[in-house]
């Protein structure tokens, strides 16, 4: 055959494919997203004083109010007003009672208080949704592994 294609031997689709959504949904709550309900996070950077001192120098971040420094177990809240991000601590002591921004002084509402995930290593679950799917067994020395689904709780 000199075509590698031919249309009479192409087989039946099975399996009727929908029309892919025009919408971009929110990955997480699965919810249609909106330009304007979106809004840009500004993450307060340490300063090379606020630093340790280490050999390797690495951009990292802090609460404004209490100037710890934050990693990905911290939990965050984010003003939605001005897209400053606080760590839960000050958000209890004070965000909550004072309804005005920490860093600039902007007035805002308990609805523009967006709580941010807790970040993980992309191979580990966390928080409640912690839950073990497979069990993986490696053999003496082999290299090999036994996987099976891990077993019902009750």
Aim: net charge positive.
């Amino acid at each position: 055959m000199k075509a590698f294609w031919l249309p009479s031997a192409t087989p039946e689709a099975t399996v009727k494919v929908d029309v892919p959504s025009i919408h971009t949904v929110c990955p997480e709550g699965q919810e249609k997203l909106k330009l304007k309900s979106l809004f840009p996070i500004s993450f307060t950077e340490e300063t090379a004083d606020q630093k340790s001192s280490k050999a390797v120098e690495k951009k990292s971040y802090m609460c404004p109010s209490c100037k710890s420094t934050i990693t990905n177990t911290m939990s965050l809240v984010a003003v939605s007003t001005c897209g400053h991000v606080f760590c839960k601590k000050c958000y209890d002591k004070f965000l909550v009672k004072d309804k005005a921004c920490l860093e600039c002084s902007k007035p805002f509402r308990e609805r523009n208080l967006v709580p941010l995930e807790k970040g993980g290593t992309g191979f580990a679950a966390h928080d409640e949704r912690l839950e073990a799917r497979y069990f993986k067994h490696l053999g003496s020395g082999s290299g090999l592994g036994l996987v099976k689904p891990a077993p019902e709780t009750y």
